[in-house]
């Protein structure tokens, strides 16, 4: 973030000269219509952060919208035609083009919407303040509010205005309260306390929203570095008990550590079955799919059976092991094994070498008396650590 002779401070980023940004904005540029990014975008470039996804705002309506990019032949798709958004294809990227807007009426799910308004207006209808800064093509940046900056530089998540009404908007701005402060917030200062009043007084409503929208934002706050401070005040305001009702907070400190310790990037899934939560619940209330609700499953499973990583890694795969040998080590306030990667990346890579086919070639009958028989002799494999070999066991 930088300023330039009173002009306020300026993004530098590359996607600023993508080919998508670029295209998009001398569309609606040459209609006469104003091109500007805002969200994420810009909050994240100002704070050098990542940037996954490309925003605009335009005081175009949304059929002028579409016609200026079918003018410049980008290919566009109406994704929320109704509250103002056009998509734009361009070089292999979407960029979601939202006409500028004021809510007309909203029920807290969703909201009728007027078009026309002016980029203060629009910016009023945001969640929160440091989602409300504009960025020109030239990188220029807007605080329509003139708070976002400030807040922005603090990392401090504010709901602008009055927090019970952006809440009344749009339930799911409780669960964004939270999320934001566990990605973007300041740790030591703790959340805003208004807004922290306001997602407590309204707690019941998370229980109307999607449960994938809840999912969603969920996935999100638990894969952030340290989830822990954020869904400690989620608890205190009565939201995760709507969210997750059998999750407990206790062992998410130690984990956060022995990742740290590990060099683990954060996981949600790791996490989730850190907080106690049951697979099958997991997957119902958050509406997971089943190959996550199998990686769950699969985390718990290697845990419970408590075997050196490598050879969880061979029953369970690589990443189930690595999860639960960090959640076992910070059980015991141990740091997780030094050699840890390279131990489940060998253990996964191992084959049992005894098939059914070995044991009826020497006798043995279909049935369960072979299952039982093969799973004894990988249970004996497993314990030696992979040593024994094929003919030591069929010969044993």
């Given at each position: 973030?930088?300023?330039?002779?009173?002009?306020?401070?300026?993004?530098e980023a590359?996607?600023?000269?993508?080919?998508?940004?670029?295209?998009?904005?001398?569309?609606?540029?040459?209609?006469?219509?104003?091109?500007l990014?805002?969200?994420?975008?810009?909050?994240?470039a100002?704070m050098?952060a990542?940037?996954?996804?490309?925003?605009m705002?335009?005081?175009a309506?949304?059929?002028?919208?579409?016609?200026?990019l079918?003018?410049?032949?980008?290919?566009?798709?109406?994704?929320?035609?109704?509250?103002?958004?056009v998509?734009?294809?361009?070089?292999?990227?979407?960029?979601?083009?939202?006409?500028?807007?004021?809510?007309?009426?909203?029920d807290?799910?969703?909201?009728v919407?007027?078009?026309?308004?002016?980029?203060?207006?629009?910016?009023?209808?945001?969640d929160?303040?440091?989602?409300?800064?504009?960025?020109?093509?030239d990188?220029?940046?807007?605080?329509?509010?003139?708070?976002?900056?400030a807040?922005?530089?603090?990392?401090?998540?504010?709901?602008?205005?009055?927090?019970?009404?952006?809440?009344?908007?749009?339930?799911?701005?409780?669960?964004?309260?939270?999320?934001?402060?566990?990605?973007?917030?300041?740790?030591?200062?703790?959340?805003?306390?208004?807004?922290?009043?306001?997602?407590?007084t309204a707690?019941d409503?998370?229980?109307?929203?999607?449960?994938?929208?809840?999912?969603?934002e969920?996935?999100?706050?638990?894969?952030?570095?340290?989830?822990?401070?954020a869904?400690?005040?989620?608890?205190?305001?009565?939201?995760?008990a709507?969210?997750?009702?059998?999750?407990?907070?206790?062992?998410?400190?130690?984990?956060?550590?022995?990742?740290?310790l590990?060099?683990?990037?954060?996981?949600?899934?790791?996490?989730?079955?850190?907080?106690?939560?049951?697979p099958?619940?997991a997957?119902e209330?958050?509406?997971l799919s089943?190959?996550?609700?199998?990686?769950?499953?699969?985390?718990?499973?290697?845990?419970?059976?408590g075997?050196?990583p490598?050879?969880?890694?061979?029953?369970?795969g690589?990443?189930?092991?690595?999860d639960?040998?960090?959640?076992?080590?910070?059980?015991?306030?141990?740091?997780?094994?030094?050699?840890?990667?390279?131990?489940?990346?060998?253990?996964?890579?191992?084959?049992?070498?005894?098939?059914?086919?070995?044991?009826?070639?020497?006798?043995?009958?279909?049935?369960?008396?072979?299952?039982?028989?093969?799973?004894?002799?990988?249970?004996?494999?497993?314990d030696?650590?992979?040593?024994?070999?094929?003919?030591?066991?069929?010969?044993?």
């Amino acid at each position: 973030m930088t300023a330039e002779g009173g002009r306020g401070p300026r993004v530098e980023a590359t996607w600023l000269a993508s080919a998508s940004a670029r295209h998009a904005v001398a569309a609606l540029e040459a209609g006469g219509a104003q091109a500007l990014f805002v969200g994420g975008c810009v909050r994240n470039a100002l704070m050098g952060a990542p940037v996954a996804d490309l925003d605009m705002a335009t005081d175009a309506p949304p059929q002028t919208v579409q016609a200026l990019l079918e003018a410049a032949g980008i290919r566009h798709v109406p994704t929320g035609i109704e509250h103002g958004t056009v998509t734009a294809l361009v070089d292999g990227r979407g960029v979601e083009i939202t006409t500028f807007r004021k809510d007309v009426e909203t029920d807290g799910r969703r909201a009728v919407v007027a078009f026309g308004g002016t980029l203060e207006e629009d910016a009023a209808r945001r969640d929160f303040t440091l989602n409300a800064l504009y960025a020109r093509p030239d990188g220029t940046v807007l605080d329509p509010l003139g708070e976002g900056l400030a807040d922005l530089e603090a990392r401090r998540i504010r709901f602008i205005g009055d927090p019970a009404a952006r809440i009344e908007e749009d339930r799911l701005r409780i669960l964004r309260f939270y999320r934001f402060h566990a990605l973007y917030g300041d740790a030591f200062r703790g959340l805003d306390a208004s807004g922290q009043a306001a997602c407590a007084t309204a707690a019941d409503g998370v229980e109307d929203l999607a449960r994938e929208r809840i999912g969603a934002e969920m996935r999100k706050l638990l894969a952030a570095p340290d989830p822990g401070p954020a869904l400690a005040a989620m608890a205190e305001a009565g939201v995760l008990a709507r969210a997750l009702p059998s999750a407990t907070l206790d062992a998410l400190g130690a984990l956060a550590a022995a990742e740290a310790l590990a060099g683990s990037a954060p996981d949600w899934k790791r996490r989730l079955v850190a907080m106690g939560v049951d697979p099958d619940d997991a997957t119902e209330r958050l509406r997971l799919s089943r190959a996550d609700q199998r990686a769950l499953k699969a985390i718990l499973t290697a845990r419970e059976e408590g075997r050196p990583p490598g050879q969880s890694a061979n029953r369970q795969g690589a990443e189930a092991a690595r999860d639960a040998a960090l959640q076992t080590a910070a059980a015991a306030g141990a740091a997780p094994p030094q050699a840890l990667q390279r131990e489940v990346s060998k253990g996964a890579t191992q084959e049992f070498p005894v098939g059914a086919e070995d044991l009826i070639a020497r006798g043995m009958k279909p049935g369960k008396a072979l299952g039982a028989r093969l799973s004894k002799l990988e249970d004996a494999w497993l314990d030696s650590n992979f040593r024994l070999t094929r003919g030591e066991m069929l010969d044993g």
